[in-house]
């Protein structure tokens, strides 16, 4: 399996099964102390319930889905004030607990990977969704290894030979000097087959070092 446990971030935890988006959001601008202090109660328990599933599964690596921290939801401002710390605290626990979290950076993270360098070097197995890949790379190439690189879209409207050549490229700019691990920033089932194969043969002829 991919993965061993499953994380949220917490102040997802709010949004997506307490106080739902609507509310979060007023919440952020009517009572953004109690929010702050939600987030960091939710954070300990989040982590020691993710550690605990993890080491029973025996599996160490962690997917953690993130749903609101990307910039169309909130601003720099907003995201250094109730996004981050929680995010930060919960990867780094997992991090001494010897787990390898493993976020997905759902939507545009482009205006927040800055941030992302704040994390321990090797630590960390970045998915990401819609960033630019290669700045991601240029920002945090030497931080965390980049997961993803295949847009849907290509690999449904695409040639062959465009497939190809962008896997071409992906591999040699974001995958330079290691740290990459190809893959799509989604499921695979409405895919043509024929370009998947020839994203497959295509990684195995240019993916090595």
């Known amino acids: 399996l991919l993965n061993g446990a499953m994380a949220q971030a ?13 509310g979060t959001m007023l919440d952020m601008f009517r009572q953004p102390d109690k929010l702050v202090e939600a987030c960091e109660r939710l ?8 550690i605990s599933t993890a080491k029973r599964s025996g599996n160490p690596r962690v997917f953690m889905p993130l749903h609101r921290g990307a910039h169309g ?3 720099n401002e907003q995201f250094e004030t109730f996004y981050w710390p929680g995010l930060k605290a919960l990867m780094m626990g997992l991090i001494d ?22 994390l321990p070097a090797g630590k960390v197995v970045g998915m990401f ?7 991601a790379k240029e920002v945090i190439g030497d931080t965390m290894c980049i997961l ?4 849907l879209s290509l690999l449904q409207t695409g040639t ?3 497939v190809r050549e962008h896997t071409k490229k992906i591999i040699d700019e974001v995958g330079k000097d290691g ?9 695979l089932d409405e895919a043509k087959s024929e370009l998947v194969k020839a994203w497959m043969d295509a990684t195995m002829e240019y993916g090595q070092y």
Do not use: W
């Open 73 to 75: 939801f909130m601003s």
């Open 97 to 118: 607990a010897g787990l390898t979290p493993c976020p997905f950076f759902e939507g545009h993270y482009d205006q927040r990977l800055e941030y992302l360098k704040e």
């Open 179 to 187: 740290g990459f691990i190809m893959g799509s920033n989604t499921i």
């Open 10 to 22: 917490p102040f997802d935890v709010v949004s997506d099964f307490l106080r739902g988006m609507q």
């Open 43 to 50: 954070c300990s328990q989040i982590t020691s319930t993710t």
């Open 160 to 162: 062959p030979e465009q």
């Open 129 to 135: 969704d819609r960033t630019d890949l290669f700045k």
């Open 148 to 151: 993803g690189g295949m847009p």
